[in-house]
């Protein structure tokens, strides 16, 4: 069956980094649009970065951009999303998604605080 598997959260104090991923199984991973989402307690789950199927363009929020790198391992199927400079505003769970589909993650919680 599908999933979706994301690591890599935890704690971190401002201005630090952390390397989200995705490991995907169950679907042909190359074929989707992937995307990161976040969702923060009391608030809608948005977007946070996507990638095109062979990582040809990648979008991002404006609150993330210059910060966050979204990236794809199609061999391995992976999905990553490097983290840098975090805010505490960044604090949330993070979920990957397959564009157009009903495909989460589970999530993973990034905690941004001293």
């Known amino acids: 069956q599908v999933q979706l598997v994301e690591s890599g959260g935890g704690l971190v104090q401002p201005g630090g980094s952390l390397r989200l991923s995705c490991a995907a199984n169950?679907?042909?991973?190359?074929?989707?649009?992937m995307s990161w989402y976040r969702q923060a307690p009391g608030r809608e789950r948005g977007l946070v970065a996507q990638?095109?199927?062979?990582?040809?363009?990648?979008n991002y929020a404006d609150s993330v951009r210059g910060r966050f790198t979204i990236s794809r391992d199609n061999a391995k199927k992976i999905l990553y999303l490097q983290m840098n400079n975090l805010e505490p505003e960044d604090a949330a769970v993070y979920y990957c998604h397959a564009h157009g589909t009903d495909y989460w993650g589970q999530g993973t919680q990034v905690t941004v605080s001293s």
């Open positions: 169950g679907f042909v991973f190359s074929s989707y649009v």
């Open positions: 990638i095109t199927n062979i990582g040809g363009t990648r």
